[in-house]
């Protein structure tokens, strides 16, 4: 069974940082693309950073310079540090895992950014 579970969401101040994680079971961790996307309330879901297989990452211009996507220390784990946030970077955050035409989601985790 195919298992990304996210943490590290939580309420933050304008300015601070947080860490995402993703943890995944059931995959072949090393075959899949990694990315995190985002959805605010009435806002559609919108890709955040990417790293592929191959170890590149890109980002949505919104984040650039203030989010990275390590692919993780921690076995099967990918994360998304972000720093300098600000009020429009409160959404649910989602994990996604995709190789071909396989896609898997986790449950999200909630961001606030408000002081």
């Known amino acids: 069974q195919v298992q990304l579970v996210e943490s590290g969401g939580g309420l933050v101040q304008p300015g601070g940082s947080l860490r995402l994680s993703c943890a995944t079971s059931g995959i072949i961790f090393s075959m899949y693309n990694m990315a995190w996307y985002r959805q605010a309330p009435g806002k559609q879901r919108e890709l955040v950073a990417v790293i592929t297989t191959g170890g590149t990452a890109n980002y949505a211009d919104s984040v650039k310079g203030r989010f990275t996507i390590p692919r993780g220390s921690v076995k099967n784990t990918v994360y998304l540090q972000m720093n300098s946030l600000n009020a429009e970077d409160t959404a649910v955050y989602y994990c996604?895992?995709?190789?071909?035409?396989?896609?898997?989601w986790g449950q999200g985790t909630q961001v606030t950014v408000s002081s």
């Open positions: 996604n895992a995709k190789h071909s035409v396989v896609d898997y």
